[in-house]
């Protein structure tokens, strides 16, 4: 069983920058697709960015395009999110998401793909 552990979040001004981190229990093998997600209260969960398992294929929401930037380093299980230039409309509850397949345009925010998710990590950003 892989468990997903988020941490990096917090409050910050708008303009600022977070970095979230996601670190996997043990390494999921094969092709696999890590994501991250965010949810408001009262909203459906929307998909942010994903990276595929070597890291050579990025996507991103347009809402964050410019803005954030998906990475992973498979020697540490980690994936991360860079988040910059935040705006109070970047406020959510951030999980990470992992799962045995291989991200595509077609399906990289689809959540019924990922089987591993975190607890989240809440991200707040003031104006």
């Known amino acids: 069983q892989v468990q997903l552990v988020e941490s990096g979040g917090g409050s910050v001004q708008a303009g600022g920058s977070l970095r979230l981190s996601c670190v996997a229990s043990?390494?999921?093998?094969?092709?696999?697709?890590m994501g991250w997600f965010r949810q408001v209260p009262g909203k459906e969960r929307e998909g942010v960015a994903s990276i595929s398992t070597g890291g050579t294929r990025t996507y991103y929401a347009d809402s964050v395009k410019g803005r954030f930037t998906v990475s992973r380093d498979n020697t540490k299980n980690t994936a991360y999110l860079q988040m910059n230039s935040l705006t109070p409309e970047d406020t959510a509850m951030y999980y990470c998401a992992a799962g045995a397949f291989t991200c595509l345009t077609t399906n990289w925010d689809r959540e019924t793909d990922y089987t591993y998710w975190g607890q989240g990590t809440q991200v707040t950003v003031s104006s």
């Open positions: 043990v390494a999921i093998y094969g092709n696999n697709c």
